[in-house]
């Protein structure tokens, strides 16, 4: 089998990026669009599985572009402006997870669902980390109103819906790869 | 479903300028407004954007769910800083200060004491004009800015080739995807899911998404592999791409690139070599203190 390079980035991860960030943005402003139902004050934002899930089966370019550029598509489809910092947040989100991308062999082994819900749970961490703490200087708030009014509610939500739904896209991508024989 | 993109020809001033010029005034100007916690220099940077705003030609009807948003999010997170945590990034706020309010709670046998004082208010009259500021300088580049330049102007902003085209993909799959997502829910509609009426906890809630997430995604995988081949078949990468679109710049753009110079370097200069720009409250807003 040929190895992959962890950060090639060739003309499968040139399509599959720009794919990525298209279905990113696309739900994203599904989300917003529907309105979706949420419970208490968690946005059922299940766009967010797409980065982490990019980032896992195509490696770390993929989910940063992903995240950077479907946030970008996601705003500007809503009418959302640019929000820079909170692009960049998504790229890095999206692109954590794809550190394990090079050593996977079987999408739907326990071990490796294991291993990449611990890296979704850095990636959406990490990510969202980075724009809240961008706000101190930009916004002039302070480190508990970054953790307590942007990290902690935009982090969980985004790590309860990628520890659900990148599972479930692992398994039916692992079909897919049987199917495809890449 | 109809997926549409904010942008449409306005015949505006913004939009005969070259797009990177434009990109390149907006960090400019941002990375200026970041040197001032005066709130003098903010408002002559508020005005700048709101001129910027105005050229734009946008209607109220258009920017309406973007403003309430916004002002949401701003007043929202200025609030809480004011009221439980206090300052911001001025050291000049950070204790004591002329108090207007002041009150102690009980909660869960913790003491919390909110405080208002003069400067905290002032400081978040700042914070407002200051992040509004931020806002509008990129909320017009949506309904401004032409998708199909996208992956051009990041090409020519120094961006590598197989990036900048990744992007520009990107913009083009938006519309067949929406229109699979569309499909999909449609088809999904039919066997009896209600998106609607998703019933149960979160993680339920979450979980019964799947059936609209999960064929669309690898829906769209499977149909990369055919883009994929396509282009290798055409030796994409091969040689340095050419794009459809082409950008120059003209004197308009040059002049709009050193205004922005010129703003950054006097903001820098104002700031270091003059020591003005930090937190200042007018002498008159000390009567509020009681």
């Known amino acids: 089998m040929e190895k992959k390079s962890l950060w090639e980035f060739g003309t499968r991860e040139v399509v599959y990026a720009a794919i990525g960030a298209a279905l990113y943005g696309v739900f994203s402003w599904v989300t917003n669009f529907l309105a979706l139902p949420a419970a208490g004050n968690i946005a059922l934002r299940p766009a967010v599985a797409i980065p982490l899930f990019f980032g896992i089966a195509f490696g770390p370019w993929v989910g940063f572009l992903s995240g950077f550029v479907g946030n970008v598509l996601g705003d500007f489809l809503s009418g959302w402006g640019f929000w820079w910092y909170w692009d960049l947040g998504n790229g890095i989100m999206g692109m954590i997870p794809g550190l394990i991308a090079a050593g996977i062999v079987s999408y739907k082994a326990k071990e490796t669902i294991i291993k990449a819900e611990i890296f979704i749970v850095i990636g959406a961490a990490v990510g969202i980390l980075v724009p809240s703490l961008l706000e101190i200087p930009f916004s002039g708030i302070d480190l508990k109103t970054a953790i307590v009014g942007y990290w902690l509610p935009a982090a969980g939500t985004n790590i309860i819906n990628g520890l659900i739904l990148v599972p479930i896209l692992m398994v039916a991508y692992d079909a897919v790869v049987a199917r495809s024989g890449r | ?290």
């Open chain 2, 1 to 290: 479903m109809l997926v549409t993109w904010k942008y449409h020809p306005r015949n505006s001033l913004l939009e005969k300028l070259d797009p990177r010029a434009r990109w390149f005034f907006s960090f400019l100007v941002l990375f200026s407004i970041i040197q001032f916690w005066d709130v003098r220099f903010l408002c002559f940077f508020f005005a700048l954007v709101m001129t910027q705003y105005a050229l734009a030609r946008l209607t109220w009807a258009e920017t309406r769910r973007v403003w309430t948003f916004i002002l949401i999010m701003v007043i929202g997170i200025v609030a809480l800083n004011t009221l439980f945590t206090g300052r911001g990034g001025t050291t000049e706020v950070l204790s004591g200060g002329h108090i207007i309010w002041r009150v102690e709670w009980n909660v869960l046998g913790l003491s919390i004491h909110p405080t208002i004082t003069v400067e905290r208010v002032w400081f978040a009259f700042s914070q407002i004009v200051r992040m509004i500021s931020i806002s509008t300088l990129f909320l017009i580049i949506p309904f401004t800015m032409d998708p199909r330049l996208y992956g051009v102007t990041f090409r020519g902003m120094g961006i590598p080739d197989r990036f900048a085209f990744s992007m520009d993909l990107a913009f083009r799959f938006v519309p067949t995807l929406a229109r699979d997502f569309s499909t999909t829910l449609d088809a999904q509609r039919a066997r009896g899911y209600e998106l609607d009426k998703l019933e149960g906890g979160v993680v339920a809630q979450i979980r019964k998404m799947a059936p609209l997430v999960v064929p669309v995604t690898m829906n769209a995988i499977l149909s990369g592999e055919d883009i994929t081949n396509a282009m290798d078949l055409r030796c994409f990468g091969l040689r340095p791409r050419t794009w459809v679109h082409k950008l120059s710049y003209v004197r308009r753009d040059y002049i709009l690139i050193a205004a922005g110079v010129v703003i950054l370097i006097s903001s820098i200069v104002l700031k270091m070599a003059f020591h003005v720009g930090d937190f200042w409250m007018p002498a008159w807003a000390l009567t509020w203190a009681r």
